[in-house]
């Protein structure tokens, strides 16, 4: 059985590689829910963009000092951020495949990409189950292949919140 409280905390692996992103820029969280990594970034000092379909989930965190909240929907409308450039991209748990390319046109040089999401295997676990979902082996390699330097990779079952099949990136914008 799942602890719910944990649902609220941030990713290991955002927590781990939070700090990797530069301090000289914002830091977008796309898909963010609840803002349970707004509020991680803006703890590290970072200027934040929450940005998701429901912003309401914020409560609160939407009024913290150095956090913007921006509703849009990211898969039904253009691509809200042409020409914007972040020191930092956080998406977990989201994945629409036609915006991975402007994730990385959408980082400043040396600008870090944190991503993580569900992939292939996690049907046994629940939901999301639907192929459209869920990364392929090596996806989010593929993704950020001549644009990026993969810090850390992996593909994996955990266990932390609940069982899930995820694949996971860090990588530097070249």
Known sequence: MSDPHLLDQPSAWVVR?????????RVLDLACGAGRHTRLLAELG???????????????????????AYQADLEGTPWPFAGDQFAGIVVTNYLHR???PKLLAALDPGGVLIYETFAVGNERFGR???PDFLLVPGELLDAVRGAARVL???????????????????????
């Open 98 to 100: 036609p915006l991975l």
């Open 17 to 25: 590689f939070a700090p990797r992103i530069p301090h000289q820029g």
């Open 46 to 68: 970072y200027p934040a963009l929450a940005v998701d379909i429901d912003v309401s989930r914020l409560g609160a965190i939407a009024t913290r000092p150095g956090v913007t």
């Open 128 to 130: 999301p189950s639907n």
């Open 152 to 174: 850390a990779f992996e593909d994996l079952i955990v266990s932390e919140s609940k069982p899930a099949a995820v694949q996971r990136i860090c990588a530097l914008h070249l």
